[in-house]
């Protein structure tokens, strides 16, 4: 397939890794994945999937709103288009508050068509502070309007884009937990981890995507399937933030483990945003790519 340079993430998403594109990219061989599936159960904004625009994958996310998303822009593209164009004739704070509170009232939240659930959420992507996906503990999306001059709220040439790769393509979209996701990863097959970063200082962490966050515990389990994906001969890469906690868990892929220098923008505070350590753990090599 054609590599489409319009193809690219419909949503900002916490933890996007546009900017770590390249240091990925050192380590994956596309003609490699051709022959291979490539899984991504943390898919967020799915800068590493549409940069590669692999022709077979296997992506999933536990949050139920984001892949419905997906779905919806794969297959109900123009609904999503006319929906989309309402919402950016209307935006103004008043109409974003309104839009946004939908989910306060589970009768009027549970009546909206996969269509207009899909499109609420590109709308407060795009138009919310700072534009990120935050939840309370209620599952309520509480971000405060963002009161940008001109946002892009239908960006159609990249969901038209998306929408066909999808389409063309064997990506299968999955909604759910990464061990489920990866249950029938076969020797070879390519996973990309992604979770939510372990909090630098107890201040710094945003697990607000899904109302159960991500803790230690969790930490702990996706490393006994990193392990397991191992053992079954699965080439296997992951990103988090170095941390005593994640750099002592996994300490037996230490000759593996890659620095990176990466960017934080989102923080309330302008100032807290700055680039930060982050690590890539691997399962091969730091040295070469995957490859046959």
Not at 113 to 129: D, H, P
Not at 167 to 194: H, P, R, T
Request: proline share 3%.
């Amino acid at each position: 397939m054609r590599k489409n340079s319009v193809v690219r993430p419909f949503l900002k998403w916490a933890g996007g890794k546009r900017q770590l594109l390249p240091e990925l990219k050192k380590y994956i061989n596309k003609k490699y994945l051709n022959k291979h599936t490539y899984y991504e159960p943390f898919i967020g904004g799915g800068a590493l999937l549409f940069d590669l625009q692999l022709t077979r994958a296997v992506i999933s996310d536990k949050n139920k709103e984001l892949i419905n998303c997906y779905e919806v822009v794969r297959d109900l593209l123009d609904e999503l288009i006319e929906v989309l164009r309402k919402h950016q004739e209307q935006n103004s704070a008043d109409y974003f508050y309104e839009i946004r509170d939908l989910d306060r009232s589970q009768k009027k939240y549970k009546n909206l068509s996969k269509v207009e659930k899909a499109a609420r959420i590109i709308y407060l992507n795009k138009t919310c502070y700072n534009g990120l996906f935050r939840v309370n503990s209620q599952g309520q999306f509480n971000v405060p309007f963002g009161r940008y001059k001109k946002p892009n709220i239908l960006d159609e040439a990249v969901l038209r884009a998306v929408s066909k790769y999808l389409n063309e393509s064997e990506v299968k979209i999955l909604k759910g937990d990464f061990a489920k996701a990866v249950k029938d990863a076969q020797k070879g097959d390519v996973i990309y981890f992604d979770p939510p970063y372990d909090p630098v200082s107890d201040t710094a962490s945003f697990t607000g995507y899904d109302v159960n966050g991500f803790n230690r515990d969790e930490q702990i389990r996706l490393k006994e399937v990193f392990d397991e994906l191992t053992g079954k001969g699965c080439k296997v890469i992951l990103s988090n933030s170095r941390t005593d906690f994640i750099m002592d868990l996994y300490q037996d892929y230490q000759d593996k483990i890659k620095t990176v220098r990466a960017a934080r923008s989102i923080n309330s505070k302008a100032l807290k945003r700055g680039k930060v350590d982050e690590i890539l753990v691997l399962n091969f090599p730091v040295e070469t790519k995957i490859e046959v």
